[in-house]
């Protein structure tokens, strides 16, 4: 299973702020509504798919939920845990636990949010 093993950066340090991902194929700009849920996060995130895990599935990269602090995993695996987690509860972002992953998903704003200093 992946998931294991010390990330690079740690999602739960706070960021100075953050901002929507420059997106070259929108070059109107894009907006995130979400992007204060980053601010506080909950925590510490778990380092598996707990759903992945009781079927004994594997998973391929981990998101977790900034509003309820839930680890899912992502939409390269079989389970799509995170973003059925967002379907069922409407939390809109999710923060990629994946050391060389340094971004939040905004799914409602359909927007990657980065880290800026």
Known sequence: MTGSGADSHDPRLPPS????????GRPEGRSCSHVA?????PGPPSRECASCRVRGWTWTRLRWCVTCGHV???????GRHAYAHHEQTGHPVALSLAGDEPWAW????????IRVP
């Open 37 to 41: 849920a980053l601010s506080d996060p």
């Open 72 to 78: 899912g995993c992502c939409d390269s695996s079989r």
């Open 106 to 113: 905004c799914f409602v704003d359909e927007v990657f949010l």
């Open 17 to 24: 702020s953050w901002a929507v991902s420059p997106d070259g």
